[in-house]
């Protein structure tokens, strides 16, 4: 055998935290003047329709293109700077039952990371503040400092998180057939069949 090692991968919204993080990141860009009252409005009528019943993939399509048009020509300062508000949203709604999950398979020698449709940057800084080896989100393009709206990478989200946990697991030399992931939707279901 190799020198590979198991992973547990955990899904953010709605597994790892109750609802979903895009509202924390919502109310923060709201109070920036990135978006407006109405875009708020609309994103807490999907956020309500989400906790009930989950997304669709059309439903999770439209979230995307909102985001995509919301942060597009944003400075990347400004959404870096977002950060530390839209976690500090997200923290409290955090499952202690999951978090003592993300523990259990810690102690068991296992890595453990975030893998959200959420953007890398917030995925990335949760999961370093949760004592986890790494977050996978999805990747906006930046040029000359400012978004362009543009994906960078696969959209991490049914099908993406795939591709992203593939490519994690051969740099990291993660045994997938070893491995763990925990979700609540059926779109994650390419993720759950990944592992062993």
Known sequence: ?????????????????????????????????????????????????????????????????VARESIGGSPAKVIDRMWPEVL??????IYPRVLAEV????????????????????????????????GIGTRYVVEDGVYTGELDGPFVYGPGKVTAIERIAAERGIDLEASWSYSDSASDLPMLELVG
Do not use: C, N
């Open 103 to 134: 523990h259990r398979h810690q102690d068991e020698g296992r890595l453990t990371y975030i893998v959200s449709a959420a953007g890398a940057d917030m995925v990335a800084s949760l999961a370093e503040i949760l004592g986890m080896d790494g």
């Open 88 to 93: 500090s949203g997200i923290l409290p709604r």
């Open 1 to 65: 055998m190799t020198d590979e090692r198991a992973a547990a991968f955990f899904d953010l919204d709605k597994t790892l935290m109750a609802g979903s993080s895009s509202m924390q990141f919502a109310r923060v860009a709201r109070s920036r003047g990135l978006i407006s009252r109405r875009q708020v409005a609309g994103w807490a009528v999907d956020h309500l329709k989400f906790r009930l019943r989950g997304a669709t993939d059309e439903e999770t399509a439209q979230l995307l293109a």
